[in-house]
């Protein structure tokens, strides 16, 4: 992907959700985390949606093993400038969409990294790897940058398949039609196939009766196919994320002839994880950082996967 000028904290204008306006934003605050873990290969840019201000420093405990860190914000404007400034290793972009509707704010991310490169923001040390694709997720989501990023290969998509997550569920024609086991949430299938009439960049041997749905509180798409990825996700604007984001990145592994991979993850979109143990989870969700013993736990896993 090529460089590009983009640096510092990066905001997403509020007032035109059909373009991405950016702006740099000077701030003061630099983190004692390490810059940079290197890798032989590239490394996805992590993009984490609904964060909170008072995780701010434990979320950038993950920065180290990514070629950058993204930090989506929807609904509002929660956070105050100065708050915001403090962070001058992360990105920032603000999205018009209400919080379970931010899947075109990530098309039109996607569509301007495809076309402009990536530059993560650095002021303490330079940094040069190949950014393979994006890594979304909650913010209350574990993912455990050893085993995840040593265990798939970031040339394909990724969604989360095994554990109580359950299996993403895809269909076309009359069997979709029919289709009683998924829930469909928000109209999703009638409005997806609505969407599926008029899809842009479609891939060959996609139908455009067929869609998938399952969860996405994380999942990866390569950088090869960011540019279809953007245009689809704008497309899907209206259409509830768990059929519009498991239906692209399957047509993401399509369009690049591949299966897409299993993600094992803990959990599921709804219950707070009890007990969890971290280390032994490739990723889980959802955890409440409000444990005191569970940011321990995370801030003491990310510290020494760093050794």
């Known amino acids: 992907m ?34 940079y873990v290197p890798s032989p290969h590239g490394k996805p840019l992590q993009i984490m949606h609904r964060v909170k201000p008072e995780w701010l420093d434990l979320y950038q405990l993950y920065r180290p093993f990514f070629a950058g860190q993204l930090f989506m914000v ?9 708050e915001v400034e403090r962070y001058t290793q992360v990105d920032w ?37 190949p950014v393979s694709g994006i890594l979304v997720h909650h913010a209350d989501m574990w993912v455990n940058p050893k085993l995840l990023l040593a265990a798939y290969d970031t040339s394909r998509p990724w969604l989360p398949e095994q554990g109580i997550v359950g299996m993403t569920y895809c269909a076309e024609g009359d069997t979709l039609l029919n289709d009683a086991t998924q829930p469909w949430h928000d109209n999703s299938r009638a409005l997806g196939l609505e969407v599926m009439k008029t899809l842009p960049l479609r891939p060959p041997g996609w139908s455009s009766t067929r869609l998938c749905f399952g969860h996405s509180d994380v999942y990866y798409v390569p950088e090869a196919v960011l540019g279809p990825y ?10 509830m994320h768990e059929c519009a984001t498991p239906t692209m990145v399957n047509m993401a592994a399509t369009q690049l002839g591949v299966l897409p991979l299993a993600t094992n993850c803990a959990g599921h979109c709804c219950a707070w994880l009890v007990n969890p143990v971290l280390r032994n989870l490739t990723c889980a969700h959802r ?21």
């Open 2 to 35: 090529r460089a590009s000028l983009l640096a510092s904290i990066l905001i997403l204008s509020i007032t035109a959700p059909a373009a991405v306006s950016l702006r740099a934003t000077a701030g003061a605050h630099v983190s004692a985390v390490p810059c």
């Open 74 to 82: 929807t609904d509002s404007l929660q956070y105050p400038p100065d």
């Open 93 to 129: 972009v603000v999205c018009p969409e209400p919080n379970n509707r931010y899947v075109p704010c990530l098309g039109r991310i996607a569509a301007r990294f495809a076309a402009d490169g990536y530059s993560p923001p650095n002021r303490t040390c330079e940094v040069s790897t």
């Open 230 to 239: 953007g245009a689809w996700a704008q497309a899907f604007a209206g259409v």
């Open 287 to 307: 955890i409440d950082l409000t444990s005191p013993e569970l940011r321990q736990q995370m801030g003491d896993l990310l510290r020494e996967y760093l050794l």
